[in-house]
């Protein structure tokens, strides 16, 4: 990903230097030229291809804090289960009791 803005910034610096050493160009425009066709697209582009690693890592933030959250506040063995869930199998997993004959 960085070798594509490293690039892209390198082509349009030349395009500045180009234009800033014209004998019809300006150091001004030079330095427009860099910055509307090499900085701030780039950045642009950066920001949007970061976008799914700030998710990630802020995914990866929470679980962790609430990692943390429930392992600081968990029971300990010799407590009973204070969790609103049922302890074991749920209902269909479990075997089925078997009828006795009368």
């Given at each position: 990903m960085y070798l594509i803005v490293i690039g892209w910034l390198y082509v349009t610096l030349l395009m500045a230097l180009a234009e800033a050493f014209s004998s019809q160009g300006s150091v001004l425009g030079a330095i427009i030229t860099f910055l509307?066709?090499?900085?701030?697209?780039?950045?642009?582009?950066?920001?949007?291809w970061g976008t799914p690693?700030?998710?990630?890592?802020?995914?990866?933030?929470?679980?962790?804090?609430?990692?943390?959250?429930?392992?600081?506040?968990?029971?300990?063995?010799?407590?009973?289960?204070?969790?609103?869930?049922?302890?074991?199998?749920?209902?269909?997993?479990?075997?089925?009791?078997m009828r006795e004959k009368p």
């Open positions: 509307l066709y090499g900085l701030l697209p780039m950045s642009l582009v950066v920001y949007l690693l700030r998710r990630k890592a802020i995914r990866r933030q929470e679980q962790e804090q609430a990692t943390h959250a429930q392992s600081t506040t968990s029971a300990s063995p010799l407590q009973p289960n204070a969790s609103s869930h049922a302890t074991g199998l749920p209902e269909e997993a479990a075997v089925t009791p």
